[in-house]
């Protein structure tokens, strides 16, 4: 039987590719900089920008996905509220930092003038973020024997991912549990489902 959920499966996995790849290149690009700010001067969006919305809309899709399949595969309707919140946070994540990157750039403000509120805004969503996922991992894992092994796993990555998200100092450790976390989310949409018998 081949899986009714290859698209979103696909999306996971072109995620664990952007996302890191994205935030390498952010990183790359900042220090090899000889100017601050030269990134929000340019006065207008730029491809990076396309890659960053790219990656919120497929989150979006990946999310939505993923209690769609909770509930017609399992009956797993515990994370819905969950995974609704990670899609509203998604949304409101990607559309603000892009927004707020066009108008640094269209306005000419000094970078740093806006430096701490991007930075705020960034740590504050982080915290928000790592909180869901904890709180997501806990419930893959509360009677994960009733459950495909896979969503365990997902699971124990889901915390980890989330108290690093909430420890900004260790966001590094993000760019491998992340990718990680939607290799194994793709790897679950992709499988063929598990039957249960019926005695």
Not at 27 to 55: A, V
Not at 137 to 159: C, E, N
Request: charged share 10%.
């Amino acid at each position: 039987m081949k899986s009714d959920y290859a698209l979103p499966g696909i999306a996971a996995i072109a995620i664990a590719i952007l996302f890191p790849a994205l935030m390498m290149y952010e990183i790359i690009s900042f220090d090899s900089s000889s100017s601050k700010g030269t990134y929000f001067s340019l006065g207008e969006w730029g491809f990076p920008d396309f890659i960053f919305i790219l990656i919120g809309l497929l989150s979006v899709f990946v999310f939505y996905q993923f209690k769609k399949i909770l509930n017609e595969q399992l009956n797993f309707k515990t994370l819905d509220i969950l995974l609704w919140i990670m899609i509203g946070l998604n949304i409101l994540f990607h559309v603000v930092l892009v927004l707020a990157d066009g108008y640094l750039g269209l306005s000419g403000i000094n970078i740093e003038a806006m430096g701490f509120t991007l930075t705020a805004l960034t740590v504050s969503a982080l915290i928000v973020f790592g909180l869901v996922d904890v709180l997501i991992g806990s419930l893959l894992l509360l009677d994960h024997q009733k459950r495909p092994k896979i969503l365990a796993i997902l699971g124990m990555v889901s915390i980890f991912l989330g108290v690093f998200e909430m420890a900004f100092p260790l966001f590094g450790l993000v760019l491998i549990l992340f990718p990680a976390y939607m290799i194994i989310l793709g790897v679950y949409f992709l499988r063929e489902p598990e039957t249960i018998e019926v005695v």
